[in-house]
Every structure is written in C-alpha cells, then in structure tokens.
C-alpha cells in the first residue's frame, strides 16, 4: 500500500495506530518534534522525521516520498490548514484525519469552530480524504480518561457526580480506533466519508461508576451534585494550587449526550468495537499490575 507517514506517532492513540499499520505490511515513517519520546514506537517504525505541525513546511518535505498521511494529531490546536495544505502540495494518494464526535456539542466551545472549520478545508482538498470522529478515548493507563476514574473509585468511596449522571456516554477503545485506520486504508469506499467511531457500549455516567467499581471489587457511593452547584465547586477548585484542572465547559459536557452510531463504519470498514465492560476490564489488569 506505500509508504505512511503518521503525526502523532507517539501520542496515546498514535501508537496503537502505528502497531496496527506496522501488523498491515505498511512501511511507516513517524512525524516527531525533536523532544518526543520515540521509544514506544521505535521497533514499528521505519524513521523518523523532525518536525512541528507549527511550521507546515517541515510537514511538506517529511511527506516527501510517501503515498500516505495519517494524521492522528488533533486538529483542535489550529493546525488542520496548514496540514492539509501540505497533503495537498505533496499530492498524496490518501489522507486519514482524526476529528472528534466533539463538533456535535451544542456548547459554543471554541474549539468547536476551529474543528469544523479543519472538516470543511479538509473535504474540500484535493487530496482523496477521509475523516475519523471519535468518542471518548480509552484503552491504557495513559489516556487521559477513564484511568482517572479508575483511580478514584479504587482510592475513595464516594464519587461525586457534577449532574444527574443520566446522559449517555459510548467510549472507544483506542485500538478499535487503529484497526479501523487500517481497513479503510484497504477500502476505497471510504474516501470522501466521515465517520463516528464510538464503542460497543454505550451507558450513562452512574452505570459507568458502577461498572467500574465491579471491576475493582469496590461498592463505590454516588453523590449527586446539581449543575450550578457543580459549576460553583469547579470554580473555587482551579483556584488551590493544585487542584484539578477541570473546567465549566467540561462540567456542561457531562450533561449532554455523547454517544453515536456507529453503523456506516460497521459497513464500510468492517468497524467492530468491543464493549465497554470488555476495554474497561482490560485496563483495570493494567492498573492493578501497578501499571496505572
């Protein structure tokens, strides 16, 4: 299938993208900044090339001799323009573009705009593309997700819950994510597609501590607190030193729903999530093999 060249080889979802296209046959050069950690990726990939998506021009000469671009890097920082830009200059044969299920929020988030605007420069490009939006990521005790709350159900026996806990959440394991690069990589009829990728499970917030403390052997209690109260308790939070970096916006994320279809991946990719309780088992054996 030619040579790939993946940005964001070294993040949480770039290196499960990496094994799976490395598994493939693909040849894979890895878009780094000079400081980046190559460890976790260095017996998958062929090089390495130097660089920052801040300077679109070191992108386009990494692209050089590749047919391929998977760009696991968020488009959420700005970069998606230059980016396709680059793909664009290059004359690819393929571009995967990782968005996020994210641009359905009916929150003015500013990163929002900058996400939807990345998706419309990208199906207008030239090049042929394909988009990926994912849910909530997870899948090791480095996501910056359900590890969190692993840990705190493990360490305390209250939960508190900012809201009611009765919108709907549909995790992805990271690795579903990788496979599905993969096979559209090998399915023509996924150009000029967009995909949500959500997992097999989708539950509310409460169900989701729950199962959670199952997997750990713990009865964890629930506390509900009502949004403004919630809103109020983050804002005094972020002043302590070290308190947690949560926001408001995150708070009014909690209280609407995130789970989606998942259907036309099904069809065209041969998309086949696992479920939550399955992923979720799997990463407690890694946070009770004191790997989390």
């Known amino acids: 299938m030619g040579k790939v060249l993946v940005t964001g080889a070294t ?10 296209l490395a598994e493939a046959g693909l040849d894979i050069t890895a ?19 130097i660089g ?33 830009a680059a793909a664009n200059e290059a004359n690819v044969d393929r ?11 009916t929150l003015p988030a500013a990163s929002k705009f900058v996400r939807t605007e990345a998706e419309r420069i990208i199906q207008a490009s030239r090049t042929p593309w394909t988009i990926f939006r994912p849910t909530m ?36 394991h990271a690795d579903d994510l990788a496979q599905a690069v993969a096979s559209a990589l090998m399915h023509r009829q996924s150009i000029k597609k967009a995909y949500n990728l959500s997992g097999g499970t989708a539950l509310d917030y409460n169900e989701l501590v729950h ?13 509900h ?35 989606f279809p998942h259907d036309e991946a099904c069809r065209d990719l041969d998309f086949a999530p696992r479920s939550l309780p399955e992923g979720l088992a799997g990463e407690v054996g890694f946070y009770r093999t004191g790997r989390g």
Do not use: C
């Not at 460890?39 to 062929?46: C, I, L, S, T």
């Not at 009502?226 to 983050?234: K, T």
């Not at 302590?240 to 609407?256: A, S």
């Open 211 to 223: 199962l959670v403390g199952a997997l750990l052997g713990r009865r964890p209690r629930l506390v």
């Open 137 to 172: 990521i997870y899948g090791s005790p480095d996501d910056r997700n359900l590890i969190r709350l692993i840990r705190w159900v493990d360490r305390w026996r209250i939960v508190p819950i900012l809201g009611p806990g009765t919108f709907l959440l549909q995790p992805v």
């Open 95 to 105: 571009a995967i573009y990782f968005s996020t299920t994210s641009v359905f929020t």
């Open 225 to 259: 607190l009502p949004i403004s109260a919630s809103m109020l308790a983050v804002g005094l939070v972020r002043r302590l030193p070290f308190g947690p970096r949560f926001t408001r916006e995150q708070v009014l994320r909690l209280n609407e729903h995130k789970a």
């Open 11 to 20: 993040g949480f979802t770039g290196r499960f993208v990496v094994r799976r």
């Open 52 to 84: 920052n998506l801040d300077d679109p021009n070191s992108l386009r000469r990494a692209l050089d001799g590749h047919e391929i671009l998977v760009n696991v890097a968020s488009l959420g920082f700005g970069h998606g323009p230059g980016v396709v």
């Open 31 to 49: 878009f780094v900044r000079s400081g980046s950690d190559r460890e976790p990726v260095a017996r998958y990939v062929g090089r390495f090339a």
